[in-house]
Antibody, heavy 123, light 107 residues
Framework: EVQLLQSGGGLVQPGGSLRLSCAAS????????MSWVRQAPGKGLEWVSA????????YYAVSLKGQFTISRDNSKNTLFLQMNGLRAEDSAVYYC????????????????WGQGILVTVSS | DIQMTQSPSSLSASIGDRVIITCRAS??????LSWYQQKPGKAPNLLIN???TLQSGVPSRFSGSGSGTDFTLTISSLQPEDFATYYC?????????FGRGTKVEVK
């Protein structure tokens, strides 16, 4: 059974940093591209970032302007999102998601999602 | 980025109704269109990918169609468990943009 277990969220002050983790199991993690998606309270889904299966390629929403860094540790089956310079508008539930197809360029959907973790940016 | 426009943003329907949700892409995305269902407090759930491929376990009352820029999700006979928010998403571009969602509510 595929599982994506997220951790690392919480309350952070404006300008602060936070690192989210997503521990994967039930599939060959190093074979699949992974992604982060966020959802502000009461709002829709916003794609944040994606990373290739080997970690060599990372892609971001233009709106983030270098604020976030996606990475992965395939030896630990874990995906990360490092968030710096956090602002109130970054407050959201963050989801990690697995691509349905191994290659990022294969144009697959997200077939499994983490449980979501809340990030609140407030003083 | 490719913009995805969903309509309507919400709708009220009764059990047994046929429900149609549309999604339009700002440029051609071929057949690279997926639909997700999300219930309050839960992660999205993939219903359909590649415009019309139903995921395992998804009831056959759900169907998708379209190509290029215009797509539809149809629920042939709405069931109580179908009241939720539905999102389209394009997987043509690396930036996997979503529509703003359609909330299906009880009439």
């Amino acid at each position: 059974e595929v599982q994506l277990l997220q951790s690392g969220g919480g309350l952070v002050q404006p300008g602060g940093s936070l690192r989210l983790s997503c521990a994967a199991s039930g599939f060959t993690f190093n074979t699949y591209a992974m992604s982060w998606v966020r959802q502000a309270p009461g709002k829709g889904l916003e794609w944040v970032s994606a990373i290739t299966n080997d970690g060599a390629g990372a892609y971001y929403a233009v709106s983030l302007k270098g604020q976030f860094t996606i990475s992965r540790d395939n030896s630990k089956n874990t995906l990360f999102l490092q968030m710096n310079g956090l602002r109130a508008e970054d407050s959201a539930v963050y989801y990690c998601a697995k691509f349905q197809t191994p290659a990022l360029t294969a144009r697959g959907a997200f077939d499994y999602w983490g449980q979501g973790i809340l990030v609140t940016v407030s003083s | 980025d490719i913009q995805m426009t969903q309509s309507p943003s919400s709708l009220s329907a009764s059990i047994g109704d046929r429900v149609i949700i549309t999604c339009r892409a700002s440029q051609s995305i071929g057949s690279y269109l997926s639909w997700y269902q999300q219930k309050p407090g839960k992660a999205p759930n993939l219903l359909i990918n590649s415009t019309s491929t139903l995921q395992s376990g998804v009831p056959s009352r759900f169907s998708g169609s379209g190509s290029g820029t215009d797509f539809t999700l149809t629920i042939s006979s709405l069931q109580p468990e179908d009241f939720a928010t539905y999102y389209c998403q394009q997987s043509y571009a690396l930036a996997r943009t979503f529509g703003r969602g359609t909330k299906v509510e009880v009439k």
